[in-house]
């Protein structure tokens, strides 16, 4: 498996296991969210995705039952995990509204509440899920710096960031911003001319790709689209899903799909997508299909 590095000392694996459907299925056992981790190391995949949010906000004490389990498994992997969004679910029922909070005293709470839950004494890597746009970003930024001064979390980033987004944030910031988590796939391919890709393409920043699969759309739908993706599986002898992650690893900017089927055989396969090798006539054969059109 190749590895993307984030920084000097941290390196991700390219393929990246997501964990926001880790509480979807009736056995959250300890063990069986270890056979998943396992089956992920097996090949190479050490990058583990998490949010607050995910699993009502209940998936990160989940995979904390499996690292408390067997806590060797920590030091196999890198966690990544997210704040900022509160929802009117689990332990914030009571919220009024949906809404973002990228003040200090939340963020600070919040990841001491993840590093609780998933029982480690430090997180990788730390994103704020979502825009605010009652962000201070100066607020924002010392809060970020004063995280990785204490040694909670290694390395910070953000998810679903605009350029001038990341910007803004990094403007107030001694530390690098290392990564932007996008939703990109051939379900959602405007991040190829928004200028998203190209932002962070031109200033060598490795971005995360959320939902690569088109959430599982992409694996169902009858189309054109499908069509081509079904006649490149044949060739290269995987399936629809490797295609789809492959069309993104063919691009040139340092692309990480995060991927989170919770079938234990699916996961054993997400590593097929390095089997494919698109050629560029390939490439554009199914991003001709994704716009509906022939390219301009």
Request: charged fraction near 20%; charge should be negative.
């Amino acid at each position: 498996m190749d590895r993307v590095s984030l920084t000097s000392d941290l390196s991700f694996s390219l393929l990246v296991y997501g964990m926001w459907r880790i509480g979807d299925v009736e056995d959250t056992s300890p063990a069986h969210v270890e056979a998943k981790i396992q089956a992920c190391l097996d090949q190479g995949i050490t990058t583990f995705d998490q949010a607050d949010i995910y699993g009502d906000y209940g998936a990160e004490e989940i995979l904390g039952g499996a690292l408390r389990a067997n806590p060797a498994l920590r030091g196999q992997m890198e966690i990544v995990t997210k704040c900022d969004i509160v929802a009117p679910i689990g332990r914030w029922s009571h919220a009024p509204v949906k809404y973002y909070d990228t003040s200090r005293a939340h963020i600070e709470a919040s990841v001491d509440q993840s590093l609780k839950g998933m029982g480690i004494d430090h997180i990788d890597l730390l994103l704020i899920h979502r825009p605010d746009p009652l962000m201070d970003h100066e607020e924002t930024g010392a809060t970020l710096d004063d995280l990785v001064k204490s040694g909670k979390v290694r390395t910070v980033g953000v998810s679903n960031f605009r350029p001038w987004d990341w910007d803004l944030l990094q403007s107030s910031m001694s530390n690098k911003l290392v990564t932007n988590q996008l939703e990109i796939s051939l379900s959602e391919i405007s991040p190829f001319t928004n200028g998203d890709i190209a932002f962070h393409q031109k200033n060598g920043q490795p971005m995360m790709a959320w939902s690569p699969l088109g959430g599982g759309g992409l694996m169902t739908q009858d189309s054109d689209l499908a069509t081509r993706m079904d006649a490149i599986a044949a060739e290269f002898g995987v399936d629809r899903a490797a295609v789809a992650v492959a069309f993104l690893l063919r691009h040139p900017a340092k692309i990480l799909p995060v991927l989170g089927t919770n079938n234990l055989g699916r996961i054993k396969t997400i590593s097929d997508a390095m089997k494919v090798s698109l050629s560029r006539e390939a490439w554009f054969t199914l991003y001709e299909a994704a716009l509906g059109k022939e390219v301009p």
